[in-house]
């Protein structure tokens, strides 16, 4: 467990950081081990840390295992978006590749949604969307448009980045408490995520003048949908967190399963053992090695807000990681699938 004020805290992240590296680290036995993505918004940054078995072991108190990192505050490109404002309470962070690169992508409460090369650290496209909407999501799309979910908006937008770092000509999708996007290669459809329901988008048009028109749409068994992702060992199935509950969403059964963190297989455990571990769940994801452990993020309501966390969590097996003065919201395993 890290012992450092968060001055020092954030020094030793901007030192220890570097600009890139390649993205497969290994266990002692050789197998390739998964690193972890998280967002501070305590360091205004996006911290990519080494894979869960050294980041479980670690306890020292001078070099986090941080491997790679990024904040629109270094970023001089963006200037023009003020970062100081739009880059404010940091909340989305997302692995993805296209044409042979790969990116991070990354929306902030203030109002910054940004796609950004991590060889170079230049933003391939970002806007300013401002604070008043509070963009929470964001995807990639395969002609290189950006697909963005905004919480206040009420809105999911697939804006034509594809036509230039700074393009703002979008088409707009109503969505009340818009939390989550996801773009499945394996239908074309663009799903998304509201405070009622999970919707399939269909994308039309062209790449400059993008159109979404609703294909699919689920009620969810629970208010407040927060986090979407794809379910790794499951492909075509979601992971979907709700104020009160996690669930697995099958598009081709129309139907929500109710997810427990405890492992289903171990005949000890129990799965109502820590139902608040369930609850206001911000991300959910499958180790993509398919060892079937699962890593979430869920505020602790210690810590100086009341949606963040210090704590990185494992399950199946159980594991916790924490990091001092951190403001973490989300944390994924930093995997492009």
């Given at each position: ?15 220890c ?5 390649a ?5 002692a ?41 990024w ?6 490109e ?38 950004v ?15 008043e ?9 395969p ?85 979407l ?15 009160n ?10 139907g929500?399963?109710?997810?427990h963190?405890a ?19 911000k ?9 079937g ?12 807000c ?10 199946r ?21």
């Open positions: 467990m890290l012992r450092r004020t968060l001055p020092a805290l954030c020094l030793a992240l901007l030192l950081a570097p600009a890139s590296r993205y497969a680290v290994s266990t036995s050789g197998t390739p081990a998964e690193e972890v993505a998280v967002v501070d918004q305590a360091s205004r940054r996006v911290l990519v840390l080494r894979g869960v078995e050294e980041l479980m072991a670690y306890q020292g108190v001078d070099r986090p295992p941080v491997v790679w990192s904040t629109a505050d270094r970023a001089p963006l200037g023009d978006l003020d970062p100081e404002q739009s880059w404010d309470d940091p909340d989305e962070v997302k692995s993805r590749t296209l044409e042979g690169r790969r990116y991070l992508l990354t929306t902030a409460s203030g109002g910054l949604a940004a796609v090369d991590t060889a170079t650290g230049a933003s391939r496209w970002a806007a300013d969307l401002g604070g909407v509070n963009p929470h999501s964001i995807e990639l799309l002609d290189g448009n950006v697909a963005v979910a905004a919480s206040a908006g009420g809105w999911v937008r697939l804006y034509a980045a594809s036509q230039g770092s700074r393009a703002t000509a979008h088409a707009t999708f109503p969505l009340p408490g818009a939390h989550g996007v996801h773009w499945d290669g394996r239908t074309g459809l663009l799903w998304v995520l509201g405070d009622g329901e999970l919707t399939g988008l269909r994308v039309g048009g062209t790449p400059d003048a993008p159109t979404l028109t609703a294909v699919r749409s689920a009620p969810l068994p629970d208010q407040g949908g927060h986090d992702a794809p379910v790794l060992g499951a492909p075509g199935r979601f992971w979907v967190s709700t104020l509950g996690l669930w697995q969403y099958d598009p081709a059964a129309d929500f399963t109710p997810v963190l492992d289903p297989a171990d005949p000890a455990a129990d799965p109502g053992a820590d139902p608040a571990a369930e609850r206001d769940v991300s959910i994801g499958d180790d993509p090695a398919g060892t452990r699962l890593l979430t993020a869920a505020p602790d309501h210690s810590g100086p009341d949606w963040c966390t210090s704590v990185i969590r494992l399950h097996p159980e594991g916790t990681w924490k990091l001092t003065g951190a403001r973490l919201y989300k944390a994924r395993w930093w995997s492009s699938y």
